[in-house]
């Protein structure tokens, strides 16, 4: 191959590349069996549906149902670890039916969960909290991946797994 | 000796009890006299002195709103730092301030019924303008057999508007 072709090639081979990559940077990742334990507004409480982490904005999406928090409103994350039980929902509620006690020993079988927090302030500048349950370790992505494009967080994710000594709790 | 006739007494002791609740009527009235506020502002949750996981937290806030504006007391719920908020004239605040918690275990709960109960502690107080309390309470939720710990926050809430529902009534009503 001649050295003019090849010039020819590599410039039209970055032009073709660069808009690629600046598409492939703003494609939002979305994390999906998420669900929305409450807070936002338009989207039912306990929907499960997917979370979207773009450049500007967190969406959460079921079905019809969408909400947006902008990024740069968001004054805190909170991620914590929990767990629920294997048997829930309407086959849970049987279960309590079952004989011999059979409902608390299904009880002992749980699967870990997420929960994810997030603090925000709108453009009126009321404060609005939602509250989030993710698949088992996706809840420290997502706060990353939050961080990485503006939201602000107090603990940073390194730290927040990390339980503190002393325990202030006080019983009523 | 001369004896009081028996028909006599009761009758007596009946207009005492008729003067007695008419004098009293007045005063009982004032007291279960309701207060009257277009809009309220619910404040974010104050847990300086308890530690309260951030979820409880946002949880009992939002909450809050959502069981006041079912009370349907008042045309306008404003959140904290809304704008806005400052320009009504006939705004009452509703501050809230942790003080207890102890997070259970729905696991628990659910292998013992008896143990593992989360439960929440918190002053309520609604004020005016002013700042001058109007409702001073305090207020517990608790999550016992069946539930999400989480549900404790719904629970107090609920137990807020019941307070509020007693307390106000609705401007124009």
Not at chain 2, 71 to 95: C, M, P, Q, S, W
Request: some cysteine; proline content about 4%; aromatic content about 6%.
């Amino acid at each position: 191959m001649t050295k003019p072709l090849q010039r020819i090639l590599l410039v039209a081979g970055c032009l073709l590349a660069c808009p690629t990559a600046s598409v492939v940077a703003q494609e939002p990742v979305a994390t999906s069996n998420v669900v929305h334990v409450l807070g936002l507004e338009g989207v039912k409480k306990k929907t499960k549906g997917h979370l979207f982490v773009s450049s500007g904005e967190v969406r959460f999406e079921a079905g019809t149902a969408k909400a947006e928090v902008a990024m740069a409103s968001i004054q805190d994350i909170f991620t914590n670890a929990d767990n629920k039980r294997l048997i829930g929902g309407k086959l849970g509620t049987l279960a309590m039916f079952a004989p011999y006690e059979s409902d608390r020993f299904l009880s002992l079988f749980r699967r870990g969960i997420d929960v994810l927090t997030l603090k925000y302030r709108d453009a009126k500048g009321a404060l609005h909290g939602v509250i989030f349950i993710l698949p088992k370790g996706q809840a420290p992505l997502v706060k990353k991946q939050m961080v990485a494009q503006g939201a602000h967080a107090s603990i940073p994710v390194e730290e927040e797994g990390q339980k503190p000594d002393t325990k202030q709790e006080r019983k009523p | 000796m001369r004896r009081i006739p028996y028909v006599s007494v009761v009758l007596a002791l009946f207009g005492a009890f008729v003067i007695a609740g008419w004098v009293a009527t007045p005063a009982q009235a004032q007291q279960t006299k309701k207060l009257k506020a277009s809009a309220i502002q619910v404040f974010a949750v104050e847990c300086d002195e308890v530690k309260l996981p951030p979820a409880f937290e946002m949880a009992l806030y939002e909450n809050l709103i959502d069981q006041v504006r079912k009370t349907g007391k008042f045309e306008r719920i404003y959140r904290d730092g809304e704008r806005g908020a400052a320009d009504e004239a006939n705004l009452v605040t509703l501050h809230s301030k942790v003080l207890g918690f102890k997070e259970g275990s729905e696991r628990l709960r659910q292998v013992t019924t008896v143990a593992g109960a989360t439960s929440i502690k918190v002053h309520v107080r609604i004020a005016d303008r002013s700042g001058q309390s109007l409702v001073d309470r305090d207020v517990t939720g608790k999550v016992v057999f069946f539930g999400e710990n989480l549900r404790a926050t719904h629970n107090l809430a609920k137990s807020v508007a019941k307070i509020v529902r007693q307390n106000f009534q609705k401007e124009g009503g």
